[in-house]
């Protein structure tokens, strides 16, 4: 298997994986693992939860970096 073949991506290439074998075991668990049913309220309120927790995170990395810069946060 060649290391420069753009089908692979690093992590595939580091395995020996090919992305059809990825894409057959993603297809393969879609298939037999039962899906969630979202009524609207609960998709919303997974959605808030998601951008809360990047918001978070975004808050956390931004004063990690004003810090590291020694910058006064206004």
């Known amino acids: 298997m060649p290391h420069n073949d753009p089908e692979l991506s690093r992590c595939d290439r580091a395995r020996g994986s090919s992305r059809l074998e990825r894409d057959v075991g993603r297809l393969s668990s879609i298939a037999v693992l039962p899906r969630p049913i979202f009524d609207e309220e609960a998709a919303l309120v997974m959605l808030r939860q998601i951008q809360q927790a990047n918001h978070r995170a ?12 020694k910058i006064e946060d206004t």
């Open 58 to 69: 975004y808050l956390s990395h931004r004063k990690r970096t004003l810090q590291k810069l």
